[in-house]
């Protein structure tokens, strides 16, 4: 048996960090088990769900490096769950409702009034052949709910029914139907709430493993009832924790909090988001992976705290510098030709500078001090331009290695009688226009002797 996990999001807007999370969650089960994973659109919402949107969650997970052996679509598959329904209703197990939202709201709150569970009390049973008949004349369309079971012989008197499962996050967990409501699983206008059709894929597309968050754990006693009801085994279950932005809101499509797309746009590396998206809230300690490989091998679904946890961007800037101060040229080439970093001076300029990037992208300015001269962000005090003029007179000769800075600055010393910071601040102001970046050592063969002189003020 090929172990297969799914990624079903629904492409009404983009997704965020926190969805990563379940993708990433997915992947990384499916490489440690040598499996699969299905991209799968929850597109049902015809009105809501966007190709836009689906072409982007298709290019944000790509971007992270999972890989989906195959997309489908839920919007091509309405046949299949109508079959799924009449299989339902013809079980007795799916019935017709009535109650307009309004009440509904009054028999939720007059039932905690009289200190009962809010539970739906199964009225449309009551109801007979004619009572549905003149309700639908009087043009009230029914919603559809899956009746629970939850009950000996009399669907009015549920009793205490137990599901089960070995979370494979969370250990062992338990469900009590006679605590839930009966799911509605067709809206009134005949569209299918998320429910149905998630269970009917999963039966037909194999799925083994469902992980999501642990926002689900209730819902999984309703679908393993659903599972068994259309006559298949449920798969195993994994609920993780949930993550929150920094002051612990919930993340949202809706809002674009922390959306992968932003991340990307914004210089983040892949790894960077993924290293924390998926180390963030576990027992493991949150660092940056290089690759994909490397996080599944570590990556251990148990090791997941039951809490939510506050997804940090400032953890990300962490993890972002220390996978690009140690990305070796080959990895950021294609980046670095896009932005005109290309010819005999690329790699050693790579490596002189990368210690000292936040992003991939400020090489960018690097090699415009390089190439086109200092930029003016600082300027030399009025006390240091004679001082720099006469260090620029005792530059060494060619051929310039990294040991030429220190033949040079030596040298200034010696002349000038000026050492630490007051010897080498202005010669760096005067090459590069700031107060700080790579190593001068590094950075003055790639100017040479000549793109040197040409700096001198």
Not at 97 to 110: D, G, M, S, V
Not at 193 to 203: C, K
Not at 299 to 314: E, L, V
Not at 344 to 365: I, P, Q, Y
Request: hydrophobic letters at 40%.
């Amino acid at each position: 048996m090929t172990i297969t996990v799914r990624f079903a999001p629904s492409p009404t807007g983009y997704i965020h960090i926190g969805n990563t999370r379940t993708a990433l969650f997915n992947w990384l089960f499916a490489l440690k088990n040598n499996g699969q994973l299905i991209l799968r659109f929850d597109d049902t919402d015809v009105e809501r769900s966007k190709t836009e949107y689906a072409d982007a969650i298709a290019t944000d997970i790509e971007w992270l490096g999972i890989k989906p052996a195959r997309i489908e679509y839920q919007s091509k598959r309405f046949a299949v769950y109508d079959a799924a329904v009449e299989k339902l209703k013809t079980a007795g197990l799916l019935y017709p409702c009535y109650e307009t939202a309004e009440e509904l709201e009054r028999k939720r709150k007059l039932r905690l009034a009289r200190r009962l569970p809010p539970v739906y009390g199964r009225d449309a049973l009551k109801l007979t052949a004619e009572d549905r008949a003149k309700l639908e004349a009087e043009g009230q369309p029914p919603h559809w709910r899956f009746l629970l079971p939850n009950f000996k012989d009399d669907p009015f008197m549920p009793v205490r029914t137990d599901v089960h499962w070995n979370d494979i996050v969370r250990g062992p967990e338990t469900v009590d139907l006679a605590s839930l409501s009966d799911p509605v699983l067709v809206r009134e206008d005949g569209t299918y709430l998320y429910t149905l059709p998630s269970v009917v894929d999963d039966i037909d597309m194999g799925i083994t493993h469902i992980i999501r968050g642990d926002d689900h754990v209730t819902n999984s006693g309703v679908q393993i009832s659903i599972f068994e009801a259309l006559g298949a085994k449920a798969p195993e279950l994994g609920h993780h924790n949930l993550l929150t932005t920094i002051s612990g809101e919930g993340l949202s499509k809706r809002t674009g909090a922390l959306s992968v797309g932003s991340l990307r746009r914004d210089g983040y590396e892949p790894m960077a988001v993924a290293s924390l998206a998926v180390l963030i809230g576990t027992s493991e300690n949150v660092v940056a992976v290089s690759d994909m490989a490397a996080l599944a091998e570590i990556f251990d679904p148990k090791a997941t705290s039951k809490s939510s946890s506050k997804f940090d961007p400032a953890e990300l800037d962490t993890l972002n510098r220390t996978l690009i101060h140690a990305m070796p040229f080959e990895a950021a080439q294609i980046r670095l030709t896009g932005m005109g970093i290309e010819g005999t001076k690329a790699e050693a300029f790579w490596l002189a500078v990368r210690g000292n990037l936040s992003r991939v992208s400020d090489a960018g300015l690097w090699w415009s001090i390089i190439q086109d001269g200092p930029v003016s962000t600082e300027a030399l005090a009025t006390e240091d331009i004679d001082f720099v003029r006469a260090a620029f007179d005792v530059l060494p000769p060619e051929p310039w290695n990294r040991e030429t800075w220190k033949l040079w600055t030596d040298a200034v010393k010696t002349q000038s009688g000026r050492k630490g910071k007051p010897l080498f601040m202005p010669l760096r102001i005067a090459l590069t226009g700031l107060a700080s970046g790579p190593e001068l050592a590094d950075l003055l063969p790639l100017l040479g002797r000549e793109g040197t002189l040409a700096r001198r003020p």
